[in-house]
């Protein structure tokens, strides 16, 4: 081999080498070079201040309505029904005929002691008319035993006489007694009668039941002919009442947040969507052992019987005083089962640029459609609102017009 070739092959290789080494490097810049930039989608979310309102804490209860006046129709006596005077559901007024009973017995038991009382007082006018012969014999005798004594002092008749006038005049003072003590007699056989007469009456008078005040009645479960045993239940009567009252009962912890005349707050579907106020009237004297509540009596309006006896009512009651509080929408909480979190917006690193951080918080209470936030945020801060699930840590954000102006929901504090 020459020395020509052996440069000509040395030229070759070094030429190769270069070209790759060049590729290498060119390879090796372009894979360490950073990547060109993405276009990046920006989330469209309502974005709203935290702001801070004024609540105080309530204990949530559950009432129970009760008429003002409520009563189960019972029978005092046993007897046979002779009428039924209402229908099922009615409204009867004070002092009407609910259900009479048969009083045929009574009605002839009644009859026979009037009879009696009339002759009882004739018997009371018959002795009367001999106690009044008897009186005035009296007066004759004692007459006779004065002109006796005076013809005896003047020898004109004998002692025996006298003896005989005086004997007559104590036989007729005698008579004078029993008459009276006939009299007497007679009255109480009268007053008896009439006694009597008075029972049949009242007993008459007790099989006929009658409403003790304007009600509304329950289902009737009885029919003329039917056999009621004494106390049997006949029907329910509630009052008809423009109010009624609320009872609920409160941890015995609590009591002392309660007072009466304190209005506190009731919550039913026949109240409508707002809260309406009621008016605390009693206290229970006493905690229920079994439960270790106070019941609580308070007093609220009715018109129309829109809350039925029975009904059940949320009752919302104060167990604190008023604090500031921060809150946020509803809908900017994110519900996890790692913890609870929200979204605040802050500006990224480009001019007018939004971001979305992810920040776990502790949650209170719901007002309306708003959430305490108890930690984990701080007054000024703005949090994604409406289309917060779609965010996540980090996530460009394009602020969205907030919905027309809505009035203030009706659980929210005032």
Known sequence: MNRRSVIAGTLVLLALGGIAGGLAWWKIRKMSAPPPPAFEMAESVEVVPVRSTSWYPTAKLVGSVFAIQSITLSN??????????????????????????????????????????????????????RLAAAKATVVLAQSDLQRIDVAVDARAASESARDRARADLQKAQADVAQYEAAVIRATS????????????????????????????????????????????????????DEKAYLDFAIPQDQVMRVSVGQVVMARSAAFGPDPTPIKVVAIDAGVDRATRNVRIRSLVDNPGERLRPGTFVDVEVPIDAPADFLVVPDTAVRRASYGDHIFVITPGEKPGELRAHQRFVKTGATLGREVILLDGIKPGEQVAGDGSFKLRDGALVAPKAPPPAKQADASAPK
């Open 189 to 240: 056989e009268v007053d008896q009668a009439k006694a009597r007469v008075a029972q049949l009456k009242a007993l008459i008078g007790k099989k006929t039941l009658k409403a003790p005040f304007r009600s509304r009645v329950g289902i009737r479960t009885v029919h003329p002919g039917q056999y009621l045993a004494e106390g049997t239940t006949m029907v329910w009567l509630q009052g008809v």
């Open 76 to 129: 005092e006596v046993a007897g046979t029904i002779k009428q039924v005077l209402f229908e099922s559901g009615s409204i009867v007024e004070q002092g009407q005929v609910l259900l009479t009973m048969d009083t045929s017995t009574e009605d002839a038991d009644l009859a026979a002691a009037e009879a009696n009382v009339k002759v009882t007082a004739a018997g009371i006018d018959e002795q009367l008319a």
